[in-house]
């Protein structure tokens, strides 16, 4: 485990290149475990998880907070790995 500079709220488990990024948060709401979304269309997987149910929280420059029907919250990314095509799972 690592503590990244400036970022007090923020710490990540080591991991293998391109492999499961897992940070443990420290956060503001009630959620006890926060998830975020990988996606190369950020509007569009938050337009398809609207339809699901969930709802726009915030927006941020670069992602969305989303809340899900139960009050689970969660950010919509972009993707950032170097295989995301390759290994992402797309939902129709």
């Not at 475990?33 to 398809?48: G, M, Q, S, Y």
Request: one cysteine or more; a positive charge.
């Amino acid at each position: 485990m690592k503590r990244e500079a400036g970022k007090d709220k923020y710490v990540s488990f080591a991991r293998e290149p391109n492999g499961l990024n897992v940070e443990v948060q420290r956060v503001e709401h009630e959620s006890r475990v926060h998830l975020d979304i990988e996606t190369d269309n950020i509007e569009a997987e938050v337009a398809r998880l609207e339809k699901l149910g969930a709802r726009r929280v915030r927006k941020f420059e670069r992602w969305w907070v989303m809340e899900a029907p139960t009050g689970q919250r969660f950010c919509v990314v972009r993707a950032t790995r170097a295989n995301f095509a390759q290994e992402a799972n797309a939902w129709e």
